[in-house]
């Protein structure tokens, strides 16, 4: 039975033996051939090398890091040269060559019908094909090695979808994948130390098109080299994040689009968005209200601050944008939004804009340093308060 995009895991009624005959009779899995010629269920260490978390977390964050695995109710360990071991509370749930596999067993053998979280932890590295990873209501999984990513188009490497109590408390994950996490209609979820070193496609999607979320948590939250956005949400009600930092991201760093009560420590991007109408941080299509950012920072890449199409309700508390090659800040189309401080150096210009198919900017309040770059208010909104020092040119109403 090959491993497809579209298995899911399957609970086990028996150990060991039952799926060997299972193997005996259908064949070994098939598993899509890897990049580049690799063999499939390993991580080739000349292109995919393991993710250390030290090297983007603060010490804090290490700390967590290195405790992953503890407390597992399910393992997977081995390597494509030894092969691949899944066990649940001490028992052998499947031994075999397929690293997708063995993830999908871990899966399958926790407890049927629970009601609290039980925990899967898969300690080995390699390549999981072009297949995807559902996770049931209350789970925690996490990777402690790296998962190396095929693509699924429209599919996440790891999704949960119409689920609640899901945490992912690890995660080393490189590839291209069209989504590496993919969310939509869950309640209560944590994502905690996620390292994502793509090459190519979006790193974390909440969809559009499916029911919202709740109760969302993200600690710190890492993603270089996606084609598209680091982390774009979509429809949730109660919003946690500690850090996103985006590094060489083609779209933006943060995204949030009709997402209401959420709070964010700091976004952190360079290069993200260059050539591009994005930014290290954007609200869009209707986002808010109850939206709190404590800091962004932007180096370089597109636009550092974007709000668009009547999104409200939004407050930063400071901004540290330099160099970004397209608007340091923009303010189109929003209401009730406060700068309340920062500093803007170089780039391009600070602009309050507005186009006919939504109302006219609103309430909007900011307080920066600007040099080296000048501020723009055109057309002029209703009730806009600048309080602004530095050598830049302004023409604001």
């Not at 991580?43 to 978390?53: E, K």
């Not at 500690?242 to 943060?254: D, H, I, K, M, P």
Request: aromatic share 6%; hydrophobic share 35%; with cysteine.
């Amino acid at each position: 039975m090959a491993p497809t995009s579209q298995r899911r895991p399957r609970l086990l009624a028996a150990g060991a033996a039952a799926l060997s005959i299972v193997v005996s009779l259908l064949g070994a899995p098939t598993v899509a051939a890897a990049p580049g010629g690799a063999t499939p269920g390993v991580a080739d260490p000349g292109t995919t090398p393991a993710v250390s978390p030290a090297s983007v977390s603060p010490a804090s964050d290490v700390a967590q890091a290195a405790a992953c695995g503890d407390g597992a109710d399910a393992l997977v360990t081995g390597s494509q040269s030894s092969g691949f071991t899944t066990t649940y509370r001490g028992r052998t749930v499947y031994q075999g060559e397929y690293y997708i596999t063995a993830i999908w067993e871990a899966l399958g053998a926790l407890t049927p019908g629970r009601t609290s979280q039980e925990k899967v932890s898969v300690m080995a590295s390699a390549w999981i094909g072009n297949n995807t990873i559902d996770l049931p209501s209350h789970t925690a999984f996490e990777v402690c090695g790296t998962l190396d990513t095929g693509y699924v188009a429209g599919g996440g490497a790891i999704q949960a979808i119409g689920v609640q109590d899901v945490s992912i408390p690890n995660l080393n994950l490189t590839g291209a994948p069209y989504f590496g996490l993919r969310f939509a209609d869950v309640h209560g979820l944590h994502l905690g130390q996620i390292n994502l070193r793509m090459s190519g496609g979006l790193g974390i999607r909440f969809e559009r098109d499916l029911p919202g979320s709740t109760d969302v948590r993200m600690d710190n939250i890492y993603v270089s080299g996606a084609g598209s956005h680091a982390v774009e949400t979509w429809h949730i009600d109660g919003l946690t994040i500690g850090t996103v930092t985006a590094r060489n991201v083609g779209e933006s760093g943060l995204l949030l689009q009709g997402t209401s009560d959420a709070t964010v420590g700091t976004v952190d991007g360079e290069n993200v968005a260059t050539g591009t109408g994005y930014a290290t941080f954007r609200m869009a299509n209707e986002n808010g209200p109850d939206v709190t950012v404590n800091h962004v920072r932007s180096r370089g890449g597109g636009r550092g601050v974007f709000c668009v199409s009547n999104s409200r309700g939004a407050r930063i508390n400071s901004v540290d944008l330099a160099s970004n090659g397209n608007n340091s800040i923009l303010i189109e189309n929003c209401s009730d939004i406060t700068i309340a401080g920062g500093t803007v150096n170089g780039g391009g210009e600070v602009r309050l804009a507005a186009r006919t198919e939504f109302p006219n900017n609103r309430n909007i309040n900011i307080t920066l340093r600007v040099d080296n770059t000048s501020v723009r208010e055109s057309p002029c909104g209703e009730n806009t308060t600048w309080n602004l020092s530095g050598n830049g040119a302004r023409n604001i109403c």
